[in-house]
C-alpha cells in the first residue's frame, strides 16, 4: 500500500521550455504533497507543501512563479517548472502523506524525476 | 538555523554485524523524527518513526533511539545484509507533517 508514482521520471528538453511534472497517489487519499529538490550527494531540500484545493506553501527562496504547484484532486498533484534554464536541472522528488488525524504521516516518496534543461 | 548532520563518509561493513548510523541536530526540538531509506536514483522509502517521549523503537532487524537532551538519534542494522546498503536519512519534524532531511549517510555491507 501508500504508492506514489511520480511521471515522468526522466525529462530533457531546451531553455525555455516549461515542463510538467505529475505526482499521484495510487491507492491512498493524500491531504497534503510535498515537492522537494535534490542535488547530487545533497539532501532533500523542501521547495512547497500542497494541500489539496488550496494554495501551495512555498519555502524561503523558491520562487511561485518560476515552480508553479497545482493540487487539484486528492491522488494528483502537478509541478511545473517555467521557461526552464540549466541551473533549474536537478532531481525533483513528491512525497504524499495519507490522510490520517495527527502530525506524524510518514511521507510516501514518487521515484523522482530527473530533469536535464540544455 | 535548523541543523541536521549525518556522517557525510561512507560506512563500511561486513556483513553479519551492527551497522550503527548517527543523527544529530541542533538548534530546536522535533516532535518526532523519522529514518528513510534511500537507493541510487530512487525516492526514499519510509522505515521508522519515534517520538520525542520515545527512548526507542524497533522493527525486525531495525532499531532507532532518541536522546532528546543529546538532539540525537542512533539507527541500528542488526545481522546486516549486503541488501541493506543504500543511503539512509535522517528527518526530524519541523512542523505539522513536515519534515527536514539529514544528506543521509552511505551504508555498504560486503559479503
Known amino acids: 500500500g501508500a504508492v506514489v508514482s511520480q511521471h515522468p521520471s526522466r525529462v530533457i528538453c531546451k531553455s525555455g521550455t516549461s515542463v510538467k511534472i505529475e505526482c499521484r497517489s495510487l491507492d491512498f487519499q493524500a491531504t497534503t504533497m510535498f515537492w522537494y529538490r535534490q542535488f547530487p550527494k545533497q539532501s532533500l531540500m523542501l521547495m512547497a507543501t500542497?494541500?489539496?484545493?488550496?494554495?501551495?506553501?512555498?519555502e524561503q527562496g523558491v520562487e511561485k512563479d518560476k515552480f508553479l504547484i497545482n493540487h487539484a484532486s486528492l491522488t494528483l498533484s502537478t509541478l511545473t517548472v517555467t521557461s526552464a534554464h540549466p541551473e533549474d536541472s536537478s532531481f525533483y522528488i513528491c512525497?504524499?502523506?495519507?490522510?490520517?488525524?495527527?502530525?506524524?504521516?510518514?511521507?510516501?516518496f514518487g521515484d523522482g524525476t530527473r530533469l536535464s534543461i540544455l | 538555523s535548523q541543523k541536521i548532520e549525518q556522517n557525510s563518509e561512507a560506512l563500511n561493513i561486513q556483513e553479519g554485524k551492527t551497522a550503527t548510523l548517527t543523527c544529530n541536530y541542533t538548534?530546536?526540538?522535533?516532535?518526532?523524527l523519522q529514518w528513510y531509506r534511500q537507493d541510487p536514483g530512487r525516492g526514499p522509502v519510509f522505515l521508522l518513526l519515534?517520538?520525542?517521549?520515545?527512548k526507542e523503537k524497533r522493527k525486525e532487524r531495525l532499531k532507532v533511539t532518541f536522546d532528546t537532551t543529546l538532539k540525537q538519534s542512533l539507527f541500528h542494522i542488526t545481522a546486516s545484509q549486503p541488501a541493506d546498503s543504500a543511503t539512509y536519512l535522517c528527518a526530524p519534524n519541523t512542523g505539522f507533517q513536515k519534515l527536514v532531511f539529514g544528506t543521509g549517510t552511505r551504508l555498504l555491507v560486503s559479503p
Open positions: 538548534n530546536y526540538s522535533p516532535a518526532y
Open positions: 512525497s504524499a502523506s495519507s490522510s490520517g488525524t495527527g502530525a506524524e504521516q510518514p511521507q510516501h
Open positions: 519515534i517520538r520525542e517521549n520515545e
Open positions: 500542497s494541500n489539496e484545493g488550496s494554495k501551495a506553501t512555498y
